[in-house]
């Protein structure tokens, strides 16, 4: 029986989002109807917005969701209803080359539910990231549906399925930061707090967060910075340098995605350290550097997509450890909004006043 649910859709290019009705299918073969608790509004469903990822409008917007599975079809036994589960946009398929390497981060043959869900003129949406969250229910892949302890709020839950898993995952994954390291992050928006956060887990002894905005410096402090550098005051490659003995960080994490901040990032880490791009850049973007540079500097160069999660491996640990205490999510939850009120959350976190805004449905 198809639901008729109220959704957010962005219906052309650069244009206002709407609230209107979706009409949702129930589940087919390997597929799950999800009822959304909850879901973060992510820079991404921006991006979709602005027609930055694509042109597929109309968009059905919303991906950093968590909620509880109300059907499940043929074949599926991974989850069943009544499960609360966390929703993540990167459903590993198993057959890849990189899944049968034991390598599955790298799965680039991700499976999600085919594009099913419509207007009541018939239009079909495109569900952002496959998932399509910023409504009342949703259909998944069952792949993208995992499991965890209902005891965690729904709001909290639903931030590692996106933006909060990309920080913690570049620290705790791909870096890996170790116990003692010096760690920097430039970029203490969500993701390079989660960054922060992430480090602090993994015992780095000295954490450095960098921006040119006050605000986002304290909050580095929140989450575990021990210092910041405002760099629109300071050289940030030499001060990191001078609060690491003048040697550089150990890992230095770029979480904007622009060619200036990453060769900061490149020449304030330590010789033979590590450098991880987890900020996204836009494909007009270039890098200039004297080659010499990366050939007698050695280390790491890498980049972090989705934080390198395996869902079913990093969702139920970290909601554990944040059960325990150890690991803060609340404070990245800024504002619980409903759900006409993503348009208003877009120019919040455009002016930089939130870390996240998260719709309760």
């Known amino acids: 029986m198809t639901s008729h649910v109220r959704g957010v859709i962005a219906r052309s290019k650069g244009e206002p989002v709407e609230v209107t009705t979706v009409l949702v299918p129930d589940p087919g073969p390997g597929e799950a109807l999800v009822a959304v608790q909850a879901c973060g509004v992510c820079h991404t469903d921006l991006h979709y917005r602005e027609g930055g990822i694509g042109e597929d409008f109309p968009y059905l917007l919303g991906h950093e969701a968590a909620g509880v599975v109300e059907a499940v079809g043929d074949g599926v036994t991974s989850v069943a209803p009544g499960d609360f589960v966390i929703l993540n946009w990167r459903a590993v398929c198993g057959e890849c080359r990189a899944c049968r390497r034991g390598r599955p981060w790298y799965c680039f043959a991700t499976h999600?539910?085919?594009?099913?869900?419509?207007?009541?003129?018939?239009?079909?949406?495109?569900?952002?990231?496959?998932?399509?969250?910023?409504?009342?229910?949703?259909?998944?892949?069952?792949?993208?549906?995992?499991?965890?302890?209902?005891?965690?709020?729904?709001?909290?839950?639903?931030?590692?399925?996106?933006?909060?898993?990309?920080?913690?995952?570049?620290?705790?994954?791909?870096?890996?930061?170790?116990?003692?390291?010096?760690?920097?992050?430039?970029?203490?928006?969500?993701?390079?707090?989660?960054?922060?956060?992430?480090?602090?887990?993994?015992?780095?002894?000295?954490?450095?967060g960098v921006d040119i905005d006050p605000r986002k410096l304290e909050w580095a402090r929140q989450f575990g910075a021990t210092h910041v550098i405002n760099s629109r005051e300071t050289d940030p490659v030499e001060r990191i340098r001078e609060l690491t003995g003048g040697n550089g960080a150990d890992v230095v994490i770029e979480a904007i995605g622009r060619p200036d901040t990453y060769l900061q990032a490149f020449y304030g880490r330590d010789l033979a350290g590590t450098v991880v791009l987890v900020g996204v850049p836009t494909p007009d973007m270039r890098?200039?550097?004297?080659?010499?540079?990366?050939?007698?500097?050695?280390?790491?160069?890498?980049?972090?997509w989705y934080g390198d999660c395996l869902p079913e491996r990093d969702f139920p640990m970290l909601t554990d450890l944040y059960l325990q205490g150890r690991l803060p999510l609340e404070k990245f939850v800024s504002e619980t909004i409903a759900l006409d009120a993503v348009e208003a959350a877009f120019a919040k976190m455009e002016r930089g006043e939130v870390l996240r805004s998260v719709v309760k449905l």
């Not at 705790?172 to 970029?187: C, E, H």
């Not at 890098?287 to 972090?304: N, Q, T, V």
């Open 112 to 208: 999600n539910a085919q594009q099913k869900m419509t207007l009541e003129d018939g239009t079909v949406l495109s569900p952002a990231l496959g998932i399509g969250a910023f409504v009342d229910k949703t259909l998944v892949a069952a792949g993208q549906c995992t499991k965890v302890d209902p005891a965690v709020p729904p709001e909290v839950a639903g931030l590692l399925g996106c933006g909060v898993m990309a920080g913690l995952g570049a620290a705790l994954n791909t870096a890996p930061v170790t116990r003692g390291d010096s760690v920097a992050v430039i970029g203490c928006g969500g993701v390079g707090d989660a960054a922060i956060l992430g480090a602090r887990l993994a015992g780095a002894r000295t954490i450095i």
């Open 287 to 304: 890098l200039e550097a004297p080659l010499l540079d990366f050939f007698g500097r050695g280390g790491a160069l890498k980049s972090s």
